[in-house]
Every structure is written in structure tokens, then in C-alpha cells.
């Protein structure tokens, strides 16, 4: 019988922070696959790493920014890629970021924002980024993550 594959090999990170009236999430513009797209912060695995650790190493890859704490989301994200008939999980990942920390983005992004999470939700394009950015603010901003979640390292 036929099977459509479920492929792990990337992770998701979204990066907040207290904001003047809010909390603040990350948003980048792609430049390459997605070009011009907004999204969180996302990419492959390395051989020999953690999730965690691939999540921790895009977040400065991509950012130059420094997790001043890190938990898994609770949440994967999830998609069907037609070209290569599959389904990609993505394990999402949520860093606390420093409120004076300078964002240096990378080839990979041609420009950043920090925004609500109400606007973040109206800025990406696909539902289950939207998905995912709902659930951190449900879970990491109106209620106080569990601390079996927070992951150690450093």
C-alpha cells in the first residue's frame, strides 16, 4: 500500500520579547525559498544536534540574537510539500529575547519587524504558522509556561 513519508528534519523558533505595550514577536522577510514571505525563524537540523540546539544555532545564524531562555512549544508545525510527496514536522521552539538585543539579520532576510501577535497572525501566509503563533501567545504570553517545558542549556 502506497504511504505518504512524515519527515522531521527541521525546527521552527519563534523569538519574543516585552515590548511597550506588549509582547513582541519576530517576524523575517524570506529571500530565498519563500522569497518575500514573513515568517519565524526555521531551518535544518545539522548531524550530531539536538532540535533544540539546531533552533538555537538558526536563531543566531539567522538573527545574531542570543536566547536569554528557551522552551519547546508544546506544538509542531506541520505541511505537506507536493514535490516531494510528504509531510514535514517541524518541532516549534519559543526564545525570550533581551529587549535591547539588535537584531543582524542574515542572506536569508532582506528585512525584520517586531510586532503584536495579533499582527503577526495577519502577516504570514500559511494557517499553520498562524496556528503556531496563536498558540504561543495562548500558551507563552496570556498564561506563564510550564517549567517542564524550559529547556536548559548554556
Not at 545539522?46 to 532540535?51: H, I, K, Q, V
Amino acid at each position: 500500500m502506497p504511504e505518504v513519508p512524515i519527515r522531521a528534519f527541521i525546527v521552527s523558533l519563534v523569538a519574543i520579547r516585552e515590548g511597550r505595550d506588549n509582547v513582541e514577536v519576530l517576524l523575517l522577510k524570506r529571500t530565498q525559498s519563500l522569497e518575500g514571505e514573513w515568517c519565524q525563524i526555521a531551518g535544518s537540523i545539522e548531524e550530531n544536534e539536538t532540535a533544540w540546539q539546531a533552533a538555537l544555532r538558526e536563531l543566531r545564524e539567522e538573527t545574531g540574537l542570543e536566547a536569554v531562555s528557551l522552551y519547546s512549544a508544546d506544538i509542531c508545525e506541520q505541511f505537506y510539500e507536493p514535490h516531494r510527496n510528504a509531510i514535514t514536522m517541524s518541532p516549534v521552539f519559543v526564545a525570550y529575547i533581551d529587549n535591547e538585543a539588535d537584531v543582524k539579520l542574515n542572506f536569508e532576510h532582506s528585512d525584520y519587524v517586531w510586532v503584536s501577535f495579533d499582527v503577526a497572525v495577519e502577516m504570514v501566509a500559511f494557517g499553520g504558522q498562524r496556528r503556531v503563533l496563536r498558540w504561543i501567545r495562548d500558551e507563552f504570553v496570556l498564561r506563564k509556561p510550564s517549567h517542564h517545558l524550559r529547556i536548559e542549556f548554556g
